[in-house]
């Protein structure tokens, strides 16, 4: 089937070809309802534009607009850490912002258009036909851990269903046998990529899975580890999703006298820096957070410059055995 063309678009949006010009290259002059019907044409068409007309017809921005869940906590911060060296390399400013409940992040997408050259989206929690739809099909974009296949978009994701599985496969080696899973929100790709990996290595040693719903958040893992203790008197280990709640569990641990490791091994996920500087340090999931960043950055600039590589990059995570496990 040959692809649509710039004339196809204006022909179903019954508009000139100008106004689909306009309206794709983020033109000022442009009524935000007929930019949002041209999109939603131009979306349903699968109309591409050609990359060396859409950089002859605008100005480059030199900015990248990044879309993270949050703008706070360590794994975040890594994120950007990469990003920014990656941007800097290359000229370009980073523009951020923080994706809230589908319909705000498909608006807010929208509102990107004309102030970037491309977008880094990092939606775990978006629904994937709702995140796909709100994409402007003229903005470059690069997915990094989404609940959604690349299809035409570059695409990033770290393998946690194995990650989750080798570090459930440790604590087993190690002699427990009453492992509490600590998930992220059900509503999270990657919380729900994590519990499969973990119900999994159970399942295959002919254990019982134990999954206690958290959020990512230090302060839940302080708050739940009680009604963990309550609720699972025998729980020999804890394996959080993600080392911010591993943490908030250790502090708890600490309060209520438990010894880590001797009474309950303690585990995360992400390997972010200070997993590595508290005492005892934790054991964890290593992701290259800055490097995936960094990555992110190289295959958006690719993709800018008008690079029809789609691939999909998986990167598996390392387990860092350290003294919570030992």
Do not use: W
Request: proline residues 6%.
């Amino acid at each position: 089937m040959a692809q649509a063309t710039i004339r196809d678009v204006a022909r179903e949006a019954d508009v000139s070809v100008a106004s689909v010009s306009r309206a794709l290259n983020g033109h000022s002059n442009v009524r935000p309802e007929l930019r949002l019907h041209i999109e939603t044409v131009a979306a349903a068409l699968g109309y591409v534009p050609h990359a060396g007309a859409r950089n002859l017809s605008m100005a480059r921005a030199n900015a990248i607009g990044v879309v993270l869940p949050d703008l706070h906590g360590e794994f975040f911060s890594e994120t950007l850490r990469g990003m920014d060296r990656a941007a800097s390399e290359r000229g370009l400013q980073l523009l951020l912002s923080n994706l809230h409940d589908g319909d705000r992040a498909v608006r807010m997408l929208h509102t990107m258009r004309g102030r970037v050259d491309g977008l880094i989206i990092m939606a775990p929690h978006i629904d994937p036909d709702l995140l796909l739809a709100g994409l402007p099909p003229s903005i470059p974009a690069v997915l990094v851990n989404c609940d959604a296949p690349g299809k035409d978009r570059p695409t990033l994701r770290v393998d946690n269903v194995a990650g989750a599985r080798t570090m459930t496969e440790h604590l087993i080696a190690t002699g427990r046998r009453e492992i509490v899973h600590l998930s992220g929100p059900d509503s999270n790709a990657e919380a729900r990529e994590r519990i499969a990996g973990y119900r999994a290595a159970m399942e295959a040693a002919g254990l019982a899975p134990h999954i206690v719903a958290g959020d990512f958040m230090q302060e839940t893992g302080v708050a739940l580890t009680p009604q963990i203790l309550r609720d699972y008197p025998t729980a020999d280990a804890i394996f959080a999703a993600n080392d911010m709640m591993a943490l908030g569990v250790l502090i708890a641990l600490r309060a209520a006298g438990v010894d880590v490791p001797g009474r309950i091994a303690l585990a995360g996920f992400d390997d972010v820096p200070l997993s590595r500087l508290i005492s005892p340090a934790l054991t964890t999931m290593h992701v290259d957070i800055a490097g995936i960043g960094a990555r992110a950055i190289a295959r958006l600039t690719e993709a800018i410059a008008g690079s029809t590589d789609h691939a999909l990059e998986v990167s598996l995570p390392e387990l860092m055995i350290r003294e919570t496990t030992k």
